[in-house]
């Protein structure tokens, strides 16, 4: 099946700080989405993005899709406790013909107050 | 709206024991998924279907049947459950196949 980096793993940082995190692809992306998962709960779509280069905001939170199509970054600005949780990122390829998005391995995010 | 609904939230179950999760949403959606999630793999694919009377398989299909008898249910069916079956299950809808899904709560599962 088709193959989701995310990057890094899991992430701990004093409130306050912004947070990075990003997703690879090796082959082309339509679309890319993020996601939060709180323990036990399923995951919630933060931001969903369409279109190669696009830029959207939710809140403190920003994700891109990247020029190549095979990539997306979430920034997360000025942490705050209830920002922890584990970060996914999805896509659906662009050449796929099974109607699938993919999951990305998850980053879990740890703030310390 | 209720949004998606799973049941049960927890189970466990013997070796070679059958059992059905249910997986009900109330937004007329036409796209449903099933994921299991394991740790360190994310969310992988089992069945999904784009509309009532339409299901295919998705990356890990294998121990697991699913039907699509209405647009609002989609029960995923362990046939004779294994250990490696032991995982987290999560439905989904969208409206449509492109669109963004839904997840419910999850389902919990343990098999001994």
């Known amino acids: 099946g088709q193959q989701l980096n995310q990057s890094p793993q899991s992430m701990f940082i004093q409130e306050g700080e912004d947070v990075s995190m990003n997703c690879t692809s090796s082959?082309?992306?339509?679309?890319w989405l993020w996601y939060k998962q709180d323990p036990g709960e399923g995951p919630v779509l933060l931001i969903a993005?369409?279109?190669?280069?696009e830029l959207t905001s939710n809140g403190r939170l920003t994700a891109q899709f990247g020029i190549t199509r095979k990539d997306s970054f979430l920034n997360i600005s000025a942490s705050i406790p209830s920002d922890v949780g584990i970060y996914f990122c999805?896509?659906?390829?662009?050449?796929?013909?099974?109607?699938?998005?993919?999951f990305g391995t998850g980053t879990s995010l740890t703030v310390i107050p | 709206n209720a949004g998606v609904t799973q049941t049960p939230k927890f189970q466990v179950l013997k070796t070679g024991q059958s059992m059905t999760l249910q997986c009900a949403q109330d937004?007329?959606?036409?796209?449903m998924s099933w994921y299991r999630q394991d740790p360190g793999m994310g969310l992988r694919l089992i069945h999904y279907s784009v509309g009532a009377g339409i299901t295919d398989q998705g990356e890990v299909p294998n121990g697991y049947n699913v039907s699509r008898s209405t647009t609002e249910d989609f029960p995923l069916r362990l046939l004779s459950a294994a250990p490696s079956q032991t995982s987290v299950y999560f439905c989904a809808s969208s409206p449509l196949v492109t669109d963004t899904q839904y997840f419910g709560p999850g389902t919990r599962l343990t098999v001994l």
């Open positions: 082959s082309i992306f339509n679309t």
């Open positions: 993005l369409y279109k190669a280069g």
């Open positions: 999805a896509g659906q390829p662009y050449s796929n013909t099974g109607n699938q998005f993919y």
């Open positions: 937004m007329n959606h036409e796209y």
